[in-house]
């Protein structure tokens, strides 16, 4: 394969927080809820994104400005061009989590594979059981996506946890594990899928495991530095694993102990 | 930090010595390096090579040199309240330098043999620009390498991270294919040293001397162990380490050898 | 059947196959590495070369494509005619790994190009284990020497057409190498977390010498290089190793495999383990390159040997 990407055009630009904001990319490389693409900037660098949208016409990139790319990519408008290719990896995998209940949770710009995922279930919504959504943010001024959780707030199972919040009681106030730990949750043909750092996946995982929801029916979305995205490059191996070709998302029983090894001092 | 100006005007900069041997300045001065920087920023001074009436504020400031006198501080102190960025520029600057080999010998017997009399001079102790000011970015190596400060200007200049090399000296050399100086019996100090240099020194036959200092991934207890099983002793480790970089060298070692800290 | 030729007539063999090809061979400058030849006599066929082939497939820098302009100027992949000789067994199938990740258009283009001549190893040094990697026949032609005679085995219609006009041999020369080393057991997914492992770790100067020298470490970087003043680069992909903390650091400053240990044993267990299970084949050919390289002298096959003798379960 090459590594050549081709020019695709912004189509909107909003922002939704100090260092977040969404763009909206024309493109027809199609990424189902889960897979990734790059995106690059000529002559600054190469950036793995997943797309927050699940649609044919074009890509939700919603960019949290921590690098160099997401930095030049932060000051470009509406008509300028980025570069992308893809897209790789694999998503969700739907023969898997289809005809199950879901609890998704995600954290900061973590929610954006399982917002691309909410928009599936939106469309193949009989194809689902019952959906329980987290969505966790460092407080207010950090929602993401607000206008879409709006929408999904009435029609989901829908919580806004918010690190610190003063306010009324709009929102729930904690990090998403222990407000999670809260909830009641049916565990029965359930699956989880998480989003975020691999901190609050844990502790997310082990309220799920002590409701009976197996590490068999928890996906983890990983972030790895993917470079090549064809399994070439050997920067985003988790032990034996590609993050780029074998996940992005994947089951957590199968990646446990590899990262577990990993992370051994 | 973001620079990019809204105008589009080039960046402000400014290029000074304190007490050092202009070599860094002359690097930038080098015929390919002056004009791609020269193109991208304004330079508003350059003592080195045009009288400095400029009184204005700077984007930029690259500063040579270690700090010795109270003068150095004083200038220092002025121009961090004139620029919005400085850079340390050469291994003087960053870490102290061949000045700062006097940090490790008897004061007394110094003063004596370079200054045998003048018993009235008062000996200074040389140190880094990071021990009195605040600063942003390091351009290491002696001299500074000449790519390295085209890189850095831009990345400044197009408002993009600047990082340099964290990579042992070894990794680009063996990149190289050169045969390995320690087998050969020459004291390198690649394995323990900050590379971006392309592996100069060791290319050329001559074992590194650190002059990017100490890389803070460093396995100092193991290569020092290693270079006493190859016979070397601590002096002529410690007289290797402390050329350029000493004081840097000096923390890690407190920190990882159980052979030569103290 | 096999050709044969004299050996003082090797020189003038490989001089007639630099007339129509660009020819790549061992030669000696401090240490044996690979070079372009100018001419034959340069040749050092004595021992395994410490650098390896890999910098002629997988350069250290090489452009993907350049730009000017936000516009994207597609690279002209130069298809230059090689032979590489004088390869071992070890150097052949290294080739054979790389094959199965390396996918990006440069590398197939050049190893379409190349022509690969083998020779069989005479004086496997105590680092060599190759015996032990169960390694395949793969070469277009391949050089065993016997008395003042190579006989030449043919492996591919390549290979059959550069040696079209040398005798038939009237006999079938075929040698197994001789190994001193030998790695006693490869089965240590399990033994990942073992102590042994750490006195390694302990002198690792995470210099990444091991992974510069390994024929099949093919861990690269994808950067642009700019300049900013003409508005135009190119991005380039550069060679890296997973020894170096760089390696696995993401944007806003997380590595994910930061301790050395982590970093030693992820290069042990790709060559034994881990691409073994997504191929099944090894990825570590043998070569003893990285124990050659490496300057605290570090010997990973020894540890995985003592692992499995304490357990008593050699196989």
Redo the contacts between chains.
């Keep these: 394969m090459t590594y050549e990407p081709s020019e695709a055009k912004i189509i909107s630009v909003k922002k939704y927080a100090e260092d977040v904001k969404l763009f909206k990319v024309k493109t027809k490389i199609n990424p189902l809820p889960g897979q990734f693409f790059q995106l690059s900037i000529l002559?600054?660098g190469e950036c793995p994104l997943a797309s927050c949208s699940y649609n044919k016409k074009y890509a939700d990139v919603l960019v949290k400005n921590s690098?160099?790319v997401t930095?030049?990519l932060f000051?470009l408008k509406k008509g300028d061009g980025v570069f992308i290719r893809g897209p790789y990896g694999r998503g969700y995998n739907f023969k898997e989590i289809e005809g199950k209940n879901l609890v998704l949770a995600a954290g900061g710009t973590g929610i954006a594979p399982v917002a691309s995922l909410i928009d599936y279930i939106e469309q193949n919504r009989k194809n689902f059981g019952e959906i329980k959504i987290l969505f966790g943010f460092k407080d207010e001024s950090f929602i993401l996506l607000g206008d879409r959780i709006e929408r999904w707030k009435k029609k989901f199972d829908f919580t806004l946890c918010l690190d610190k919040y003063a306010g009324k009681l709009k929102y729930e106030v904690g990090l998403l594990p222990d407000i999670l730990k809260k909830k009641k949750i049916n565990s029965e043909n359930t699956c989880g899928v998480l989003c975020g750092p691999e901190i609050m996946m844990k502790s997310a995982t082990a309220k799920l495991n002590s409701v009976g929801i197996k590490n068999d029916k928890i996906y983890w979305n990983m972030e790895r530095r993917m470079e090549c995205a064809a399994g070439s490059c050997g920067r985003c191996l988790i032990q034996d694993l590609y993050t780029c070709k074998d996940g992005p998302v994947f089951r957590y029983d199968i990646i446990k102990e590899k990262l577990e090894n990993e992370s051994a001092k | 930090m973001?620079l990019?100006n809204k105008n589009n005007s080039k960046l402000k900069a400014g290029i000074f010595g304190i007490s050092g041997c202009s070599g860094c300045l002359l690097s930038i001065l080098f015929e390919d390096t002056f004009k791609?920087i020269n193109?991208?920023l304004e330079i508003k001074s350059f003592p080195l090579i045009k009288e400095d009436k400029y009184k204005g504020d700077f984007d930029i400031v690259f500063i040579e040199g270690t700090v010795v006198f109270d003068d150095d501080i004083i200038f220092l102190d002025e121009i961090r309240k004139r620029s919005k960025i400085v850079a340390a520029l050469g291994a003087c600057s960053c870490f102290g330098g061949v000045p700062s080999i006097k940090n490790f010998k008897d004061d007394e017997k110094t003063m004596r043999f370079v200054y045998p009399k003048h018993n009235h001079l008062k000996s200074e102790k040389p140190t880094p620009i990071n021990l009195h000011i605040k600063v942003d970015y390091y351009l290491p190596q002696c001299p500074p390498n000449k790519e390295e400060i085209v890189s850095f200007v831009?990345h400044l200049?197009?408002?993009?991270?600047f990082k340099n090399c964290?990579?042992?000296v070894?990794?680009e050399c063996?990149?190289k294919?050169n045969?390995?100086l320690?087998?050969?019996g020459e004291l390198c100090l690649?394995?323990?040293s900050n590379g971006g240099c392309s592996a100069l020194c060791p290319s050329n036959g001559v074992g590194c001397y650190g002059c990017r200092g100490p890389s803070?991934?460093?396995?100092m207890?193991?290569?020092t162990a290693?270079l006493k099983k190859r016979g070397y002793n601590k002096k002529s480790i410690k007289d290797k380490m402390e050329t350029f970089a000493g004081l840097s060298f000096e923390e890690e070692m407190e920190k990882d050898s159980k052979w030569l800290g103290k | 059947m096999q050709k044969i030729i004299e050996k003082k007539e090797l020189n003038n063999f490989v001089k007639s196959l630099m007339k129509n090809y660009e020819v790549i061979a061992p030669v000696k400058r401090?240490?044996a590495?690979f070079e372009i030849l100018k001419n034959p006599e340069d040749m050092y066929l004595d021992e395994i070369t410490?650098?390896p082939l890999k910098?002629f497939f997988l350069p250290?820098n090489e452009t993907l494509f350049d730009f000017k302009n936000n516009k994207i100027k597609k690279n002209k992949t130069e298809g230059r005619k090689r032979i590489v000789f004088g390869l071992r067994k070890c150097d052949l199938n290294a080739l054979l790994v790389l094959d199965r990740v390396m996918s990006y258009p440069e590398y197939i283009k050049k190893r379409q190009n190349t022509i690969l001549v083998g020779l069989y190893c005479e004086k496997p040094d105590e680092f060599c284990f190759c015996n032990s990697m169960e390694l395949e026949e793969h070469y277009d032609l391949f050089f065993y020497a016997s008395g003042d005679k190579y006989y030449i085995s043919i492996g591919s219609k390549k290979g059959a057409l550069l040696v079209r006009n040398l005798d038939n041999a009237d006999k079938e020369v075929k040698k197994e190498i001789k190994n001193f080393k030998k790695l006693e057991n490869k089965n240590i997914e399990k033994d990942y977390s073992n102590k042994k492992w750490d006195e390694d770790v302990?002198?690792?100067?995470?210099?990444?010498?091991c992974t510069?020298?390994c024929p099949t470490c093919n861990c690269f970087d994808i950067q642009d290089v700019?300049?900013?003043?003409e508005n135009s680069g190119k991005r380039i992909k550069t060679?890296s190793?997973c020894q170096?903390?760089?390696f696995s650091e993401v944007a806003g400053g997380k590595i994910f495999r930061e301790s050395?240990a982590s970093r030693f044993k992820h290069f042990v267990y790709h060559k034994i383990v881990f691409y073994n299970k997504r191929f099944n084949k090894y990825m570590c050919v043998g070569c003893g390159r990285c124990l050659r390289?490496c300057?605290?002298r570090i010997d990973w096959v020894e540890t995985i040997n003592s692992i499995k003798s304490k357990k008593g379960d050699k196989k």
Aim: glycine share 6%.
């Design positions: 002559g600054i690098g160099s930095n030049t000051n | 973001n990019q791609k193109d991208l831009n200049a197009s408002g993009t991270q964290q990579d042992p070894c990794m063996r990149k294919g045969a390995c320690l087998e050969e690649g394995p323990v803070k991934d460093a396995n207890n193991a290569y290693n | 401090k240490i590495r410490l650098v910098q250290e302990e002198k690792c100067l995470s210099c990444s010498a510069v020298f700019k300049e900013l003043s060679q190793s170096l903390k760089s050395r390289a300057p605290t």
